[in-house]
């Protein structure tokens, strides 16, 4: 079992940033690709960014391209989230999401994609 915890969500204004972090621990495994996801209440859970094992790829969504930047630390088994320029309607709480595998495993970009999820980090953004 795979254990992921996230970190850095909060309360924020319109127009600034947060860096959310998400750290793997438990069961180890050799390689995981990683993603993140938003719920916002009401609606269903939207992919929002992904990174490959190597960090060599990203993907993301069209909503949040040049805001948000997502970036791994495999040393420290910890993926990150940059975002900046936060807009009310990027509220939601945000998941954590790896898919481990060998030798590449595929960026998850939708949720019947992902093994493992983390608890989830609310960020709220004010107007």
């Known amino acids: 079992q795979v254990q992921l915890v996230e970190s850095g969500g909060g309360l924020v204004q319109a127009g600034g940033s947060l860096r959310l972090s998400c750290t793997a621990s438990?069961?180890?495994?050799?390689?995981?690709?990683a993603g993140w996801f938003r719920q916002a209440p009401g609606k269903e859970r939207e992919f929002v960014a992904g990174i490959s094992w190597s960090g060599a790829y990203t993907n993301y969504a069209d909503s949040v391209k040049g805001r948000f930047t997502i970036s791994r630390d495999n040393a420290k088994n910890t993926v990150y989230l940059q975002v900046i320029s936060l807009k009310p309607e990027d509220t939601a709480v945000y998941y954590c999401?790896?898919?481990?595998?060998?030798?590449?495993?595929?960026?998850?970009?939708?949720?019947?994609?992902?093994?493992?999820w983390g608890q989830g980090t609310q960020v709220t953004v004010s107007s």
């Open positions: 438990g069961r180890t495994v050799s390689r995981y690709a």
């Open positions: 999401a790896s898919n481990p595998g060998w030798p590449a495993p595929s960026i998850p970009t939708t949720t019947r994609e992902v093994d493992y």
